[in-house]
Structures are given as C-alpha cells and as structure tokens.
C-alpha cells in the first residue's frame, strides 16, 4: 500500500512563500523510497490535476513553466519526505496541492502519477490580498 500526508498550505499574500511537506508511507517505500522520481502536483477549482515540480531519485528537477524560479523542489531519502519551497507566490498558485510518484516521461507535462490510485488528502494554498 502506499500512502501520502501533505502539508504546510494556507493563506498567503501574493508575494509570500510557503514550504510543503510531504510524507510518504507504506509497504512499498520500505528501504525503496529513494528509488522512485517524485512530484508535486495541485489541482484548483475547475481544473484538471497538473504536475508542477517532480524529482528523480538523484536529486535532478524539473518543473513546469508556470512555476519554473518560484518553486524548488527536495527529497529527504532518511526520512521518505519530498519538500516543496514555494515563493513570490500569485493568485494563479491557488490549488489543493499533493504528492505522488512520477513515471518519468521527457516533459513534465507528458509525466504521469505513478500511483493514481493513491492520493493523500492534500493541502490547501490559497494566495490573496
């Protein structure tokens, strides 16, 4: 099974950062977490679920253009936790926001989530003045 606790969001002015945190558990991390990419994705009202910031088990980053300069994201293998660092954050940045496995394609649009199935609850972001 797997499973993933995401958090840190709230209420931010537009300019403001955040840090999103996310924990991953389940039987198939056990001694295996720091062999899969990860991601973050979000999904705000209206819209479709999108990838913004994925990680390969190396440490290497990609992310979307929307985000590309705001956005870093981090992995703690020690710890099976993958970190989002959110600045200069905008309106547009409002979603719900979770993490999951990345099947690492050649773009971050064309990736998918490597579990769908498996969706944590996620956490809110909401940026406005």
């Known amino acids: 099974q797997v499973q993933f606790v995401e958090s840190g969001g709230g209420l931010v002015q537009p300019g403001g950062s955040l840090r999103l945190s996310c924990a991953a558990s389940g039987s198939i991390f056990r001694s295996m977490f720091s062999s899969y990419a990860m991601g973050w994705y979000r999904q705000a009202p209206g819209k479709q679920r999108e990838l913004v910031a994925r990680?390969?088990?190396?440490?290497?980053?990609n992310y979307a253009d929307s985000v590309k300069g705001r956005f870093t994201i981090s992995r703690d293998n020690a710890a099976n936790m993958v970190i989002l660092q959110m600045i200069s954050l905008k309106p547009e940045d409002t979603a719900v926001y979770y993490c999951n496995g990345v099947d690492w394609a050649s773009t971050v649009v064309a990736s998918r989530p490597l579990w769908d199935d498996y969706w944590g609850q996620g956490t809110q972001v909401t940026v406005s003045s």
């Open positions: 990680i390969t088990s190396g440490g290497r980053t």
